[in-house]
């Protein structure tokens, strides 16, 4: 027998099925954000990563052009298992030969290598306008500017963002979620806390009359607590976020783990959303301490938050998207690293008896339910993902971490 069907065995002993989590996951998109591989900068300006949001570190080898950019991230969809979808940044406009396009002046066509790109691997695109890195940012405000020329601004780059995400889906032919996130905030104590937030909700509002089809564009809202010079306030805060998608019908709320007080947890908010949202979307990555942007690792509260999606049925109704960005390590290492470390979340959660733990808890057994919840932790995974993978055609081990290192001297040291 071969380590994977023993595997299968000890499973079945408690009613899971490991060849149907394998199948299930292979047909789960996850996206794959192409900000690691550049230290978010993009293709549409000179300046520094603004908006609250900062990577550190000097690794070599980033990427510079939309070809380096396209390269490395063949690498790591090399490297990695399940299926992606591809999430892009307004800032990684592909211009042809010395146009320029502002941001507020964006077309499909600015996107149409990214289209030929993930058409060719068979994958959707997910969109994000970017109000951030630009010098129409007036004094950290974007959105919610009290000045209207600059909020007119950011409004039509919105519903240029609208357009463009609606033709990702027509080409593609997947549903294209579109993130708005501003980094909009006051770095001390503001005198006005509702100006800003009646202006952020004016502008959003004044995007989203863009028309489009809901069936096509899922926009959402993404909260954050604070951004990095942005301490005392954040216009889109977590009730601001969530209330505006509760408030207007086909707007979905995004939590991005990172973007809570320590002690809360993305895991538990899950379902509470789910018991009234039709819809919701996730950034997943890693907080530590002040910084949201981690890369993803295989850690408990991953596994929990994944646990909430499967065990409620809701991987058709969570868009799960990855964010973080590492200067300090191998870009393309560190990019795979957070894919597979979902990818083994996901696949966990679906190897765990959930019918069988929810009725323990039903029933009350709750000694019973922590014995089996502490039991499951040291069964052996590992070759249910070693088959995933090898069935993926990726390396189950960290052979492919020599990949990276092969791929670092060959082209990432030339650059
Ligand atoms: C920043 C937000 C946001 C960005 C990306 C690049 O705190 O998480 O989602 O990381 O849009
Ligand atoms: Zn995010």
């Known amino acids: 027998m071969t380590r994977y069907e023993e595997a299968k065995k000890i499973y079945a002993g408690i009613g899971v099925d490991t060849d149907a989590a394998i199948a299930m996951l292979k047909e789960i998109p996850v996206s794959l954000h192409c900000w690691q591989g550049d230290d978010v900068i993009g293709f549409d300006h000179d300046g520094p990563l603004t908006g609250g949001i900062q990577t550190t570190g000097n690794y070599p080898g980033k990427a510079t052009t939309p070809e380096q950019l396209l390269q490395d991230m063949d690498k790591v969809i090399s490297l990695t298992p399940g299926k992606k979808k591809l999430n892009v940044h307004a800032c990684y406009a592909i211009f042809e030969d010395g146009e320029f396009a502002d941001r507020d002046k964006l077309e499909p066509k600015h996107f149409a290598k990214w289209v030929e790109f993930a058409k060719e691997r068979n994958m959707g695109i997910d969109f994000n306008p970017t ?15 009290p000045d209207e020329e600059t909020r007119k601004f950011w409004i039509e780059h919105g519903k240029a963002c609208i357009r463009i995400s609606e033709y990702f889906a027509k080409e593609t032919g997947v549903p294209c979620v579109m993130n708005i996130w501003t980094g909009d905030g ?19 509002e004044a995007i989203l009359a863009e028309p489009y089809d ?9 909260s954050k607590v604070f951004g990095i010079g942005v301490e005392a306030f954040t216009a889109g805060s977590a009730e601001f976020s969530l209330s505006f998608a509760a408030m207007h019908d086909g707007c979905l709320p995004l939590m991005d783990n990172g973007h809570y007080h320590p002690t809360e947890v993305v895991s538990d908010k899950i379902p509470a959303l789910l018991a009234f949202f039709p819809e919701i979307a996730l950034h997943i ?13 295989f850690d408990d509260e ?5 646990k909430e999606i499967v065990r409620n049925n809701a991987l058709d109704r969570v868009y799960m998207a990855l964010d973080y960005f590492d200067a300090s390590i191998n870009r393309i290492s560190a990019w795979t690293v957070g894919f597979r470390s ?35 932790k040291t ?8 088959e995933y ?6 390396a189950a081990g960290a052979e492919w971490f020599k990949e990276v290192e092969a791929y670092e001297q060959e082209v990432l040291l030339k650059r």
């Not at 696949?347 to 039991?375: H, Y």
Request: net charge neutral.
């Open 285 to 297: 990555t890693r907080p530590i301490r002040w910084d949201s942007d981690h890369v993803v690792l």
């Open 302 to 306: 991953t596994k929990e938050m994944a």
């Open 131 to 145: 109000f951030f890195s630009h010098d129409k940012v007036k004094d950290g405000l974007t959105l919610s500017s």
């Open 379 to 386: 069964y052996p995974f590992g070759d249910v993902w070693a």
């Open 214 to 222: 809901k069936n096509l564009v899922k926009p959402c809202v993404e």
């Open 186 to 204: 006051y770095k001390d104590i503001p005198a006005d806390r509702m100006g800003p937030r009646i202006r952020y909700k004016e502008s959003i």
């Open 342 to 376: 979902w990818q083994k979340a996901l696949l966990s959660a679906l190897c765990t008896p959930n019918e069988m733990l929810k009725k323990l808890q039903d029933e009350n057994r709750m000694s019973e339910l922590m014995v089996m919840q502490e039991e499951i």
């Open 389 to 394: 993978c090898a069935q993926c055609g990726v």
